[in-house]
């Protein structure tokens, strides 16, 4: 009984009481994995095209390059203009292009050039929509239960992050790989319907006459002299940069180190699943602020040590077990940093904030993974992911100095009309 009170109490179940954000979680979090399917689908044709780890990394690298120039406008944008109307838009277009790569793909006539198109297009498409995305979540619930739609919206989108890999998986090596391309079109259909039949708590517009340049250079002042944001943002940008692109890299990782095909990229990302919904369920149920700090730099140095012991290991068995405990460390390291900026971010700065923080979803990790699958292809993929382990915790190092600045400034929630965190620093 004492559990079932706790869960009932729980930061699940207080922010499923509201039918809008329910609908909208789940939607998105179909939607959610169904990205991940394209990208495991992507990646896994590029690899079956080319056996390059040069490939992966820069197919990884063409998804991800619009957002280089991109995201700070994307975020400026979503804090001027009707977030739920820009997913509308966005989302329908990337139905259009996973269907028709879909349809190329199971009819054979992809080959790398084309799929390379694909790539960037579709990184263009998700690049607009990703800031908007990201803050919807908060703006369907009353003001007192921002922090539980917070936690919830973050850590399903961190299970998706290994749910839909693994989905990938079963759907290559039982069906094809342009299931995967489907699937992902089917679930943003489920998307765009709830997209309908949604309706905003809150706008938050930033009403500014200025320019769009100018709303990018003032996100970036306040997360800059933000006290708390910053390191957060720079240890969650070390990480996504040094260890997420393993599972970029993964396709090599099973045929080269384990000799595993597709059969053991299907079981490794399972592994990372499982790993990864232990981590997102805890955390979404703990339904606190407090502590956050101190468990996002935990989760990012277990995550760091697993990496670590993942490369060091060319044992199949061992590496589900590293698999394991890199889903549950990533899962919480990256949710947790998303609770701490969007619990302590103004709302009219939330979408700006946000998009410097997206870089973590695709730049990041597709930088880190074109260094290392262009080293792979000289030393194998081993010593670049045990390298950028390595690196990861140097930056810990740093990162844990910050923890009391972090804990003071993130663990509390800030007034909205506030949009400045240190005015003298800014100016």
């Known amino acids: 009984m004492n559990i079932v009170s706790r869960l009932k109490s729980g930061g699940i179940v207080r922010a499923f009481r509201h039918r809008d954000f329910a609908i909208y979680s789940i939607a998105s979090w179909c939607s959610d994995n169904g990205m991940w399917m394209m990208r ?4 896994w044709l590029t690899w079956d095209l080319t056996h390059s780890g040069a490939w992966l990394g820069s197919m990884v690298l063409a998804q991800a390059l619009p957002s280089v120039f991109l995201v700070p406008f994307a975020g400026a944008m979503a804090d001027r203009i009707d977030r739920v109307k820009i997913m509308r ?3 329908s277009i990337s139905i259009l292009l996973a269907s028709s790569l879909s349809a190329l793909t199971y009819g054979g006539y992809v080959n790398i050039w084309t799929l390379l198109t ?9 690049t607009l929509s990703v800031p908007a995305r990201v803050t919807i979540g908060p703006n369907l619930v009353p003001r007192a239960d921002i922090a539980a739609a917070i936690g919830v919206s973050s850590v399903m989108f961190g299970s998706a992050t290994f749910l839909g890999p693994a989905i990938a998986g079963i759907l290559i090596t039982q069906f094809s790989i342009a299931f995967t391309f489907a699937g992902n079109a089917i679930m943003n259909a489920l998307l765009v319907i709830a997209l309908w039949l949604i309706k905003v708590a809150r706008a938050e517009i930033n009403k500014s006459h200025g320019s769009i340049l100018s709303d990018v250079i003032e996100g970036i002042k306040y997360a800059g002299t933000h006290p708390g944001i910053m390191p957060t943002l720079m240890l969650a940008t070390f990480s996504a940069t040094l260890v997420r692109p393993v599972g970029d890299l993964m396709p090599g990782i099973s045929d080269t180190v384990f000799d595993a095909g597709a059969h053991g990229l299907a079981t490794l990302m399972a ?3 499982v790993g990864g919904m232990v981590g997102s369920f805890w955390l979404a ?3 606190r602020i407090t502590g956050m700090s101190t468990i996002f730099l935990h989760g990012t140095t277990a995550y760091a040590l697993s990496t670590l012991a993942f490369a060091a290991s060319a044992n199949f068995t061992l590496g589900m077990i590293c698999m394991v405990v890199i889903g549950c460390a990533m899962s919480v390291s990256n949710n947790a940093s998303q609770i701490l900026i969007q619990n302590s971010v103004a709302g009219t700065m939330r979408a700006r904030i946000m998009s410097l923080y997206s870089y973590n979803y695709r730049t990041m990790p597709a930088l880190g993974a074109l260094a290392m699958g262009w080293a792979a292809n000289l030393i194998g993929f081993q ?3 045990g390298i950028g382990a390595l690196l990861l915790l140097v930056g810990l190092v740093w990162a844990y100095r910050q923890r009391d600045a972090m804990r ?8 909205d009309a506030a949009p400045s965190v240190d005015k003298k620093a800014a100016e």
Do not use: K
């Not at 694909?118 to 998700?126: C, D, L, R, Y």
């Not at 003071?408 to 007034?415: F, N, Y």
């Open 118 to 126: 694909f790539a960037i297009v579709h990184g263009i498409v998700g």
């Open 383 to 385: 010593i670049p992911v």
């Open 89 to 91: 838009v966005t989302i």
């Open 271 to 273: 592994c990372m699943g």
């Open 285 to 287: 149920n703990r339904n």
């Open 408 to 415: 003071s400034s993130l663990e509390t929630i800030v007034d």
């Open 40 to 43: 495991i689908g992507m990646g």
